[in-house]
């Protein structure tokens, strides 16, 4: 059973733009003047088409592909943070349409971890609080919460961060941070959507190694970027544009971080 599997998935924005339209007239003194008026026009733009997808327990999959082309979205339909024009989308075979919107937070406590590019740490409250800040919300016994909070810190190498406040941290360290919260919940999936935009490459590495002993654990991994050394941390890259899935590469056993490199960097130029 996949954990993730979404059927002809479409997603049409409708957005209404307010049009300047001028005309030349005369007052009634004969003069002419210039008469404006801002009319409403509704514009429908197709950001997702016919998407099919699946990911098992154990993927480890990133989505790959210009600004623009829907990778973000197709993750917010994926997670269950958004939903689509048309078509299903099951998370470990419940069809997320139609269910309300604790049934939706439920599923993505259970199921998702989220690490952002952008972090959206509540800047008030130390290290140790926004990483617990998903278990508070589900109002979970406080101390499987300290239990939980002080056994990823310690997996992850940032115990020292605790008492810390987010600002008091580097960009490194705030990355850690937030994987710690996306994985606090024992979630089943790591959604990442670029979490390595905001890092050096020391850095960037650094938390890529991360994701791959995650991954060597049974993590699944499901993630955004537009970099090719990235993706090759990957068992498969799925290229993105227009809206669809244009191409997969999928890695061979045996092959190499370094092979697979140079395999998604001619996936990266054929489609560019």
Same mark, same amino acid.
């Given at each position: 059973?996949?954990?993730?599997? %979404? ?49 098992e327990e154990g993927d480890y999959i990133v989505i790959m592909g210009p600004s623009g082309s829907g990778k973000t979205t197709l ?25 309300s919107d604790n049934k939706l937070a439920n599923i993505r406590y259970k199921y998702i971890g989220f690490d952002f590019q952008n972090?959206?740490? @509540? ?26 909070v002080n056994e990823i810190a310690e997996q992850l190498g940032i115990c020292d961060l605790l008492d810390k406040y987010p600002k ?9 941070? %937030?994987? %710690? ?17 905001? @890092? ?21 991994? @499901? ?50």
């Amino acid at each position: 059973m996949a954990l993730i599997k %979404a059927v002809n998935l479409h997603k049409v924005f409708i957005l209404e733009i307010g049009v300047k339209k001028e005309t030349v007239d005369q007052d009634i003194k004969g003069k002419m003047q210039t008469l404006r008026e801002y009319i409403d026009v509704t514009k429908s733009i197709t950001v997702l088409s016919g998407i099919d997808f699946s990911i098992e327990e154990g993927d480890y999959i990133v989505i790959m592909g210009p600004s623009g082309s829907g990778k973000t979205t197709l993750l917010n339909m994926l997670s269950a943070i958004d939903i689509p024009t048309k078509g299903t989308v099951h998370i470990n075979d419940q069809l997320t349409r139609n269910l309300s919107d604790n049934k939706l937070a439920n599923i993505r406590y259970k199921y998702i971890g989220f690490d952002f590019q952008n972090f959206y740490f @509540l800047e008030e409250l130390s290290v140790r609080h926004n990483i617990a800040s998903p278990l508070v919300m589900q109002e979970e016994d406080e101390s499987m919460i300290i239990e939980r909070v002080n056994e990823i810190a310690e997996q992850l190498g940032i115990c020292d961060l605790l008492d810390k406040y987010p600002k008091q941290c580097s960009g490194g360290q705030k990355q850690k941070i %937030a994987l %710690a919260r996306a994985l606090v919940t024992h979630p089943k999936i790591i959604v990442a959507d670029e979490p390595t935009g905001n @890092l050096d490459s020391n850095n960037a590495n650094m938390l890529m190694q991360i994701f791959d002993e995650l991954n060597h654990k049974g993590k699944t991994i @499901l993630m955004v970027t537009h970099d090719c050394w990235i993706a090759s941390y990957a068992k498969k890259v799925l290229y993105f544009k227009d809206g669809k899935i244009v191409e997969t590469l999928v890695r061979k056993d045996g092959i190499s971080k370094e092979e697979f490199f140079l395999e998604v960097l001619d996936l990266n130029s054929k489609h560019n």
